[in-house]
């Protein structure tokens, strides 16, 4: 093993983020949060999924911190939680479109 390879706890976390994104529909919201912040019906509307599904599936994008959200009144307003998901996106769609 290297001498700098990541604490095994670190490398845990990282492969459960990745596992994150093994998820079409989670894509398809990330998409979506990809310099706009929406809704869920929004979100359910371009997506073309009900907006239970979109609901669950933020729970677990929340849970990865990769979507962040605000109140407004009674909407809940969420976006990408940092230049770090679009980057990841980004990267991801550009190594398998070479």
């Known amino acids: 093993m290297p001498e ?3 604490d095994e706890e670190l490398l845990y976390d990282l492969a459960d983020l990745f596992k994150v ?3 079409t529909t989670r894509i398809k919201i990330l998409y979506a949060l990809m310099g706009q912040q929406r809704c869920v019906a929004d979100i359910a509307e371009l997506i073309g999924a009900t907006q239970s599904a979109v609901s669950h599936q933020l729970r ?3 849970q990865a911190r990769l979507v962040k959200f605000q109140r407004d ?3 809940v307003i969420y976006s990408l939680s940092d230049d770090h ?3 990841m996106i980004a ?3 550009s190594h ?3």
């Open 4 to 6: 700098c390879m990541p």
């Open 21 to 23: 994104f093994g998820d």
């Open 60 to 62: 677990t994008l929340k």
């Open 73 to 75: 009144g009674k909407n």
């Open 85 to 87: 998901v679009h980057t």
């Open 91 to 93: 990267q991801g769609m």
């Open 96 to 98: 398998i479109c070479e």
